[in-house]
């Protein structure tokens, strides 16, 4: 098996200053795949920048030259989450182009699944406004990418960041050729994530939104994609499957209240790998999203491309949390989730 890694050292040129979402992200999680020998083993992808007329299919074409000329001026604050530095446009356009070379070497059978490691994240970015660390939106740039320019009919987001993805969710409402679905910590930031987000028009029932209490961990996560996300997918049936990765649900992460592990991570790709290989030739393209406590980051990452490698021994060196997760209420609303999606 083949996997592809998307990197640009370009990603580490977006500054933001002492900001927990920080080129130190990256930098952790490419020194743990090259001390651990992994990245010998994958298959270096170059990122491309996106072209205004790319980033145009998801986003307003006002607000794209807004973030440009403002990374002229010099960056500053888009939002009172968001900063942007003089090279915070060239690296964003490399974070959706990187993900769209992704998209394009799986489709294509170049590689067989890939990982794209790119900042700044995206599921946040909504048509005309930066959200949340996020500039343009890289996981719905190239979903749009894959069913305009390789003419797919369908295609899956999965999004297992502790936040839910507000941005990705608007992009396709409406549509009923790209199925999202998201666990997400509920309530919580940005807001949305609802059970009864469904979507709209054409695209009711390809909204499926898995909020989670906090405290919950692995075991609820691991039911949410058995129970709801494998079944809605098959029925759904995608051509490709695109994962927005954030690893802020761990227990160590500093910004959210979940419990899950490296091990729960490394479940959840597993189910995804597997899902990619019954219904659409492996087709797998993960893309970063958030996740701030390094060793998690770094740990995760690597684990998840031991599994695209099909390697079986995993590490899992940060472990359970020490503090006992909570489980109340978890039959009530997973049944009420199934209910909503017609899945039994
Ligand atoms: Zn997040």
Request: hydrophobic share 40%.
């Amino acid at each position: 098996m083949t996997a592809g890694l998307v990197y640009d050292p370009i990603y580490l040129e977006h500054d933001t200053g002492d900001h927990v979402e920080n080129p130190g992200r990256l930098v952790a999680a490419m020194s743990h795949l090259k001390e651990t020998r992994i990245k010998e083993r994958l298959i270096s992808l170059p990122a491309r920048p996106a072209t205004p007329e790319e980033l145009e299919m998801i986003h307003a074409p006002e607000y794209v030259s807004h973030i440009k000329s403002k990374a002229e001026e010099g960056g500053g604050w888009l939002d009172p989450d968001t900063v942007m530095s003089r090279k915070s446009y060239e690296a964003a356009i490399y974070a959706a182009g990187g993900l769209m070379v992704a998209v394009e070497e799986v489709t294509k059978r170049e590689v067989d699944s890939a990982f794209a490691l790119v900042r700044p994240p995206g599921h946040h970015a909504t048509r005309d406004r930066a959200m949340g660390f996020c500039i343009f939106n890289n996981v719905a740039i190239a979903a749009e990418l894959a069913l305009r320019k390789f003419n797919l009919n369908r295609v899956l987001i999965a999004d297992f960041d502790v936040h839910h993805g507000n941005g990705t969710q608007d992009a396709f409402y409406a549509d009923p050729k790209v199925l999202y679905f998201s666990t997400h910590q509920y309530p919580f930031y940005p807001g949305t994530g609802r059970m009864d987000e469904i979507g709209m028009g054409e695209g009711e029932g390809t909204t499926v939104n898995f909020p989670m209490a906090a405290g919950w961990g692995d075991e609820e996560y691991l039911r949410a994609f058995n129970e709801v996300l494998v079944p809605v997918a098959r029925r759904f049936e995608p051509e490709l499957i695109l994962v927005s990765a954030g690893f802020d649900p761990h227990w160590a992460d500093q910004l959210a209240m979940m419990r899950m592990t490296v091990t729960g991570f490394v479940q959840m790709a597993v189910i995804l790998k597997e899902l990619a290989a019954e219904l659409c030739q492996g087709r797998l393209v993960f893309t970063l999203e958030g996740g701030y406590n390094l060793r998690v980051v770094a740990s995760s990452i690597k684990a998840i491309f031991d599994v695209l490698l099909g390697n079986s021994e995993i590490e899992d060196p940060l472990g359970k949390a020490s503090m006992a997760s909570k489980t109340g209420g978890f039959e009530e609303h997973i049944e009420a989730i199934k209910r909503i999606h017609h899945v039994s």
